[in-house]
């Protein structure tokens, strides 16, 4: 047996028994009917969604037509316009980003002697193949015989003539395969410059990796002549504490100016770096 206050108001299915408010009865635990229970749904409001307004820079719903903050209008053409700006400066900021992370091995720049840098050498191989056409084209041999009167024979003039004409030739190829040789050495020679070395390559048949380390540059020097702005290359010399190469020297390259400024700003930090304090 069980006392139980007021049952119906727990329970609106269990049948009236009193017309009191406050009643208590003797009821049997059997004969209860069973509770209802109601179950309650609960639902969360998700983060409202916000954008940016393009002048002021303040969080407003998607929808608003008009800024609270600054008062501006969203859906007129000046609205458009700094969006479409706001775009861009953006676009702009991620794409140069990556470009300001630089890393010590990040190589900032790297390039190798321009062609420019033979036009000496060129010049002395016309001259030579001009002199080389002209001893297989003119008959000396002839001519000396007439002025120093060598009263050569028609067996030996021949035998001279056949050999001028073949030191002519021979000359013509030991002057091609010398300048081909000195474009081929030009174009194996490599400069890679990074935050914290200089390495340059260089040789045909026997390759040499040397570097050079960025704390090591004392006094850094640009050389261009009339000829070198024409044609917009130049040269750029170092002054180094290393002992193997005190003196080094980018001889002809293109784009000297930015060499000159990266290699002036990657010592400077590399000094800052290291601690290094140079006395002269």
Not at 115 to 141: D, H, R, S
Not at 170 to 185: Q, S
Not at 215 to 220: G, H, N, S, T
Request: proline residues 5%; hydrophobic residues 40%; glycine residues 4%.
């Amino acid at each position: 047996m069980l006392f139980f206050p007021n049952y119906r108001l727990f329970n609106p299915a269990f049948p009236k028994l009193s017309r009191k408010k406050h009643t208590i009865c003797l009821f049997n635990a059997e004969n209860l009917p069973p509770p209802i229970y109601k179950t309650m749904k609960i639902t969360t409001l998700g983060q409202e969604q916000t954008r940016k307004c393009p002048f002021c820079a303040e969080s407003i719903r998607p929808q608003a037509i008009k800024c609270r903050y600054c008062g501006e209008f969203l859906n007129n053409g000046l609205a458009k316009a700094a969006r479409t700006i706001a775009s861009s400066e953006s676009a702009d900021r991620d794409n140069q980003q990556p470009e300001q992370e630089q890393t010590p091995d990040s190589i900032l720049y790297q390039g190798r002697p321009s062609l420019w840098a033979l036009a000496p050498a060129v010049v002395k191989a016309l001259i030579l193949a001009a002199l080389a056409y002209g001893l297989t084209q003119f008959e000396l041999e002839v001519w000396f015989n007439n002025i120093f009167n060598l009263q050569l024979g028609d067996s030996q003039t021949i035998t001279y003539g056949y050999y001028r004409v073949l030191a002519g030739i021979g000359l013509m190829i030991l002057v091609g395969l010398v300048l081909f040789v000195k474009v081929l050495k030009l174009k194996m020679t490599n400069y890679e410059v990074t935050a914290d070395r200089i390495e340059y390559s260089r040789g045909i048949l026997d390759r040499r990796v040397d570097n050079l380390d960025m704390f090591r540059v004392l006094d850094i020097k640009l050389r261009r002549s009339i000829l070198d702005c024409l044609v917009g290359i130049g040269t750029v010399d170092l002054m180094t504490t290393d002992k193997s190469d005190p003196e080094f020297s980018f001889g002809k390259i293109r784009r000297p100016k930015k060499l000159y400024d990266v290699i002036k700003n990657a010592s400077l930090e590399a000094d800052n770096r290291r601690s290094v304090l140079h006395i002269e």
